[in-house]
């Protein structure tokens, strides 16, 4: 008792001393003098972790910082692919749960039972929307191979691969745990068990609540269809606007390019028309005068539009072949006119030269979708860690644990949910809405 | 409890903000939240982050100040929290020197495929 006589004025407590332990309330751990000096001291704790957390997301924070700093284009190319509407959703949801939390602490201290296990099932409902829509916005960029570096795979002239339904694996869990929870009401519902019910009621519109997630972010998730528009209208060309070229325009001529193809095609096979180009030119260079001016070596001449038609197909990543030939028509071109072309080629997009202006190179867009995977990911996770205490507050707050002495736990996971509200409010403007 | 009606020191120590303010604070805060996504259609060039950050950091007061209860909470406490944040400024700031000084852009550029359309090719 001497530490606390140390801390508290001594004559108040020397007559509680004896009287310590039947006076000793079961809310009050034994080594605590008073319900405050338990709730300070937890308090402080929290405030200790949460400074923790801090620097632990100021880690990710910082990567974010640097790279920005370097790439700024690559960062405002590939926010376009985040969707706005879904971040600013989620961000109403996680304040509104916010709101709900510190509102439950309010009823907990005022000793409103079943207003703070409803308050606290609320704040669970909006943790679970935010994750079903956080689940349809990665299914859909996984689709699309919008991945963190290494796995990136996007291709813009083919945006939808065909591939597994990822929202639908992300969606397996939280379906097992709703049955699991659904099972559980119906089976405590049949045997009585009142305390299991009035628990396992609540949990289960919260596991339902993820479904009404996933439901509002498919509404609001453009339909592939539309979403490939998006992609390459708004986002994609943006992305390679600083470059060089009205991105709309540069669109259209790419699209007649492909249409002109296939009209000259007409039944006939591609190869064939690639098979045109060399014959076309052989057939073309007596035309050009000796005397005249001699093209540089390596501009091939070509009155028809197969080789620029050619050119534009090569632009195509899928196309390869397309590429490669036309490579090496240009070195055999350039061999006629007496050039050496050893490892000389046209194409700069596969070197460092073309690599400068570009903003979807695979290894500088995996980096964003890296460092959004990891921000999105691990708050993720904190939302699912907050939701593991927020039902273990649920069922406490049902069995009447909480008073107006005793709120310290409802209280600290109210400022650990706050955090995670915080650092939501720093991302969202960070990764979405990136101009 | 009520054993112990505001008779103990110790006791009755809770502190129920007023639910006007609690929703007041939800309102500012969404209010905020509308305000930054209009003014991403914007383009304030580079004034951009800063408005963003502004924004974001208001918002940010508002959650500690008054849900997390700050505003009222012991001094030591404040102090522990926000001084987290200029350690973090710190640990931020140095990096973006350094990395500025010594380096111009150390994403590894390795000979991958470009995944958009090149516009060389076509000039």
Same mark, same amino acid.
């Given at each position: 008792?001497?530490?606390?006589?140390?801390?508290?004025?001594?004559?108040?407590?020397?007559?509680?001393?004896?009287?310590?332990?039947?006076?000793?309330?079961?809310?009050?751990?034994?080594?605590?003098?008073?319900?405050?000096?338990?709730?300070?001291?937890?308090?402080?704790?929290?405030?200790?972790?949460?400074?923790?957390?801090?620097?632990?997301?100021?880690?990710?924070?910082?990567?974010?910082?640097?790279?920005?700093?370097?790439?700024?284009?690559?960062?405002?190319?590939?926010?376009?692919?985040?969707?706005?509407?879904?971040?600013?959703?989620?961000?109403?949801?996680?304040?509104?749960?916010?709101?709900?939390?510190?509102?439950?602490?309010?009823?907990?201290?005022?000793?409103?039972?079943?207003?703070?296990?409803?308050?606290?099932?609320?704040?669970?409902?909006?943790?679970?929307?935010?994750?079903?829509?956080?689940?349809?916005?990665?299914?859909?960029?996984?689709?699309?191979?919008?991945?963190?570096?290494?796995?990136?795979?996007?291709?813009?002239?083919?945006?939808?691969?065909?591939?597994?339904?990822?929202?639908?694996?992300?969606?397996?869990?939280?379906?097992?745990?709703?049955?699991?929870?659904?099972?559980?009401?119906?089976?405590?519902?049949?045997?009585?068990a009142k305390f299991q019910f009035q628990c396992a009621k609540p949990l289960f519109f919260v596991c339902l609540s993820f479904f009404g997630g996933v439901y509002l972010g498919t509404v609001l998730e453009p339909k592939v269809e539309d979403h490939a528009?998006?992609?390459?209208?708004?986002?994609?060309?943006?992305?390679?606007?600083?470059?060089?070229?009205?991105?709309?325009?540069?669109?259209?001529?790419?699209?007649?390019?492909?249409?002109?193809?296939?009209?000259?095609?007409?039944?006939?096979?591609?190869?064939?028309?690639?098979?045109?180009?060399?014959?076309?030119?052989?057939?073309?260079?007596?035309?050009?005068?000796?005397?005249?001016?001699?093209?540089?070596?390596?501009?091939?001449?070509?009155?028809?539009?197969?080789?620029?038609?050619?050119?534009?197909?090569?632009?195509?990543?899928?196309?390869?072949?397309?590429?490669?030939?036309?490579?090496?028509?240009?070195?055999?071109?350039?061999?006629?006119?007496?050039?050496?072309?050893?490892?000389?080629?046209?194409?700069?997009?596969?070197?460092?030269?073309?690599?400068?202006?570009?903003?979807?190179?695979?290894?500088?867009?995996?980096?964003?979708?890296?460092?959004?995977?990891?921000?999105?990911g691990v708050h993720a996770i904190h939302i699912l860690a907050g939701i593991g205490v927020l039902v273990w507050l649920l069922v406490r707050s049902l069995r009447k644990d909480f008073n107006r002495n005793y709120y310290g736990p409802v209280d600290y996971?109210?400022?650990?949910?706050?955090?995670?509200?915080?650092?939501?409010?720093?991302?969202?403007?960070?990764m979405y809405l990136i101009r | 409890m009520s054993a112990h009606e505001g008779s103990k020191e110790g006791y009755d120590f809770a502190h129920p903000l007023p639910l006007s303010l609690l929703f007041g604070v939800f309102l500012a805060l969404t209010a &905020?939240?509308? !305000? *930054?996504?209009?003014?991403? $259609?914007?383009?304030?060039?580079?004034?951009? =982050?800063? +408005?963003?950050?502004? %924004?974001?950091?208001?918002?940010?007061?508002?959650?500690?100040?008054?849900?997390?209860?700050?505003?009222?909470?012991?001094?030591?406490?404040?102090?522990?929290?926000?001084?987290?944040?200029?350690?973090?400024? &710190?640990?931020? !700031? *140095?990096?973006?020197?350094? $990395?500025?000084?010594?380096?111009?852009?150390? =994403?590894? +550029?390795?000979?991958? %495929?470009?995944?958009?359309?090149?516009?060389?090719?076509?000039?």
């Amino acid at each position: 008792m001497a530490t606390s006589e140390a801390g508290h004025s001594a004559d108040q407590h020397a007559g509680d001393a004896h009287g310590h332990d039947h006076d000793h309330p079961d809310y009050l751990a034994h080594h605590f003098d008073t319900p405050e000096q338990q709730f300070d001291s937890g308090k402080l704790g929290m405030w200790l972790f949460l400074v923790t957390e801090v620097l632990f997301f100021s880690g990710m924070f910082c990567a974010y910082a640097i790279f920005r700093a370097w790439r700024p284009e690559v960062f405002e190319g590939c926010s376009q692919f985040l969707n706005t509407k879904l971040g600013a959703i989620n961000t109403g949801v996680l304040l509104f749960s916010s709101f709900t939390m510190a509102w439950a602490v309010r009823a907990s201290q005022l000793e409103e039972h079943k207003k703070t296990a409803a308050l606290i099932a609320t704040t669970l409902c909006c943790a679970m929307v935010f994750l079903g829509v956080k689940a349809v916005e990665y299914s859909h960029k996984w689709a699309m191979g919008l991945l963190p570096a290494g796995l990136f795979s996007y291709d813009e002239n083919n945006p939808h691969p065909p591939g597994p339904n990822w929202l639908l694996y992300i969606c397996m869990p939280f379906i097992v745990i709703t049955i699991g929870v659904f099972l559980w009401m119906v089976f405590s519902w049949a045997t009585k068990a009142k305390f299991q019910f009035q628990c396992a009621k609540p949990l289960f519109f919260v596991c339902l609540s993820f479904f009404g997630g996933v439901y509002l972010g498919t509404v609001l998730e453009p339909k592939v269809e539309d979403h490939a528009v998006h992609a390459s209208a708004d986002g994609h060309a943006d992305a390679a606007e600083h470059a060089e070229g009205d991105p709309h325009a540069e669109g259209d001529s790419h699209a007649e390019g492909e249409a002109e193809a296939a009209g000259a095609d007409e039944g006939e096979h591609t190869e064939e028309a690639h098979e045109a180009a060399p014959a076309e030119e052989e057939t073309e260079e007596p035309v050009i005068e000796l005397g005249s001016v001699v093209p540089k070596s390596g501009t091939m001449v070509d009155t028809s539009r197969d080789l620029e038609i050619q050119r534009k197909l090569a632009s195509v990543e899928a196309n390869s072949a397309v590429r490669d030939e036309l490579n090496a028509l240009e070195r055999q071109d350039m061999n006629a006119s007496g050039a050496i072309t050893y490892h000389q080629t046209d194409d700069t997009s596969n070197t460092i030269a073309g690599s400068e202006e570009d903003v979807m190179r695979r290894s500088r867009a995996g980096v964003f979708f890296s460092i959004y995977y990891c921000m999105t990911g691990v708050h993720a996770i904190h939302i699912l860690a907050g939701i593991g205490v927020l039902v273990w507050l649920l069922v406490r707050s049902l069995r009447k644990d909480f008073n107006r002495n005793y709120y310290g736990p409802v209280d600290y996971v109210g400022l650990y949910w706050h955090l995670v509200d915080l650092i939501w409010i720093y991302l969202f403007p960070l990764m979405y809405l990136i101009r | 409890m009520s054993a112990h009606e505001g008779s103990k020191e110790g006791y009755d120590f809770a502190h129920p903000l007023p639910l006007s303010l609690l929703f007041g604070v939800f309102l500012a805060l969404t209010a &905020l939240t509308v !305000v *930054t996504v209009a003014q991403a $259609s914007f383009d304030l060039g580079s004034f951009d =982050i800063v +408005v963003v950050m502004f %924004i974001a950091t208001i918002k940010a007061c508002l959650v500690m100040g008054i849900f997390m209860h700050l505003a009222w909470d012991k001094p030591f406490n404040i102090l522990m929290f926000v001084g987290s944040f200029v350690f973090v400024a &710190l640990f931020i !700031v *140095t990096t973006l020197y350094d $990395s500025r000084a010594t380096s111009q852009d150390s =994403i590894p +550029v390795t000979n991958d %495929i470009v995944a958009g359309p090149n516009p060389k090719v076509e000039s």
